[in-house]
């Protein structure tokens, strides 16, 4: 294993890096959206991070955060995943 695999600026870097070439797509903010993103408000996140959190359950994906206050305030509903907590599960990084 190479040492930066386990460096934290490096998985944040690799990271970075998929999600550039993922071929990431813009969503509106629709009413629906809108509408999801309440919980996650009321749960303590801002408007945009709600809406990301909203937007991750409509794709049946992850919010990828470096955020640890709002990744924490919702942990439990299974939606983020804080970046600088280390890799995720099932993740393929080769």
């Not at 998929?18 to 996650?40: C, D, H």
């Not at 955060?65 to 890799?87: C, K, N, P």
């Amino acid at each position: 294993m190479h040492w930066y695999v386990n460096h934290p600026l490096a998985t944040c870097l690799l990271v970075a890096n998929l999600l550039l070439q993922s071929g990431i797509l813009r969503y509106p903010i629709t009413e629906r959206l809108a509408k999801r993103a309440n919980k996650f408000v009321k749960k303590g996140l801002t408007g945009y991070d709600a809406c990301c959190g909203a937007l991750a359950q409509d794709v049946k994906g992850l919010w990828l955060t470096f955020d640890r206050q709002a990744h924490e305030r919702i942990v439990d509903m299974i939606v983020s995943h804080l970046v600088s907590g280390g890799r995720l599960r099932g993740w393929n990084y080769h």
